[in-house]
């Protein structure tokens, strides 16, 4: 089977999914609705599958439309790198690339994108310092931090990566022995875990009224000063926690942990990519944003 040839339709099919429409599809690429309609059903008949569900309200992705999608995004992302790359001659990035990272980000989105970004550029060498404290990016010497909560003030550049919810967990084994807990008022009598950003109250949202918060005045069971080790404390079944969603999706969808209280949430958080480039940055930094993002929304899709 012959899939390079298949390549400007996998582009044409991740603009139509991302956008949910084949007329914006068409324009991005300048190009006539029916010469995009025709790549979607070329490429579905190449794979034999239906990747788009259409119907009355618009349209849908299918289970394998959903998928490739998470691969034509890595795709596009190289496509454009490389027509960067020649058209502004810039030479291969080289030599020492400093990050700082927290540990919510560390394992399925910054390590993952980290690995893509070296693939691609072979001669960088990673320094990472995982560490849920602010660094300064000019005092430590560093290319660009990963960065959780609102920014302060500076004269650095930030880049939005998307924005993640903390929600309540447990064990199967500890909801099984000490009981299920529905409703703020179940956290009562319960072993309650603390991540390292919480202290005596819990923020807690209703999530049919994001606007009010509830807050929760608690006793913590158990203290650690890093998330996976707060992560391993509730996978021990000692406990329940609020902990960040997207690192624990995969958790959960493995049956290793069970969501509870699933019409509250905690804090949402903001993530943004951090950077002192006042120009124009560095292709390798451009990049790195770029799989950020993409394992970022794939850890939050839980995929």
Not at 84 to 99: L, N, V
Not at 221 to 240: C, I, K, Q, W, Y
Request: overall charge neutral.
């Amino acid at each position: 089977m012959n899939n390079v040839k298949m390549l400007p339709s996998l582009l044409a099919f991740a603009e139509v999914a991302k956008r949910q429409s084949f007329t914006e599809a068409a324009k991005k690429f300048g190009v006539s609705k029916s010469t995009i309609s025709q790549q979607i059903k070329r490429l579905e008949e190449h794979i034999g599958l239906q990747l788009l569900s259409r119907h009355t309200r618009g349209m849908s992705l299918t289970s394998a439309g959903e998928r490739l999608l998470v691969r034509c995004d890595l795709l596009q992302g190289q496509v454009n790198l490389a027509f960067d790359e020649i058209t502004k001659s810039k030479e291969i990035p080289s030599g020492k690339f400093s990050i700082t990272i927290p540990h919510s980000c560390e394992k399925d989105i910054a390590l993952p994108a980290l690995n893509q970004l070296c693939i691609e550029f072979p001669e960088l060498e990673p320094d990472i310092l995982v560490t849920d404290q602010v660094m300064d990016l000019m005092d430590n010497n560093l290319d660009v931090a990963i960065h959780a909560g609102e920014l302060r003030d500076s004269a650095y550049r930030a880049l939005i990566i998307g924005t993640g919810r903390e929600i309540f967990c447990a064990s199967p084994a500890y909801v099984h022995k000490q009981g299920s807990i529905n409703s703020v008022g179940d956290l009562i009598g319960h072993k309650l875990v603390a991540a390292p950003w919480q202290s005596t109250h819990l923020s807690i949202y209703d999530n049919t009224n994001l606007n009010e918060k509830i807050v929760e005045k608690v006793s913590f069971f158990a203290r650690t000063n890093t998330l996976p080790s707060a992560l391993e404390l509730v996978l021990h079944d000692m406990g329940v926690a609020l902990l960040p969603e997207f690192s624990l999706k995969h958790l959960i969808a493995k049956g290793n942990l069970i969501q509870l209280m699933p019409g509250f949430q905690g804090r949402s958080w903001p993530f943004f990519l951090v950077h002192r480039y006042k120009g124009e940055k560095p292709i390798h930094i451009t990049r790195f944003y770029q799989l950020v993002k993409y394992f970022f929304d794939k850890a939050n899709a839980g995929l």
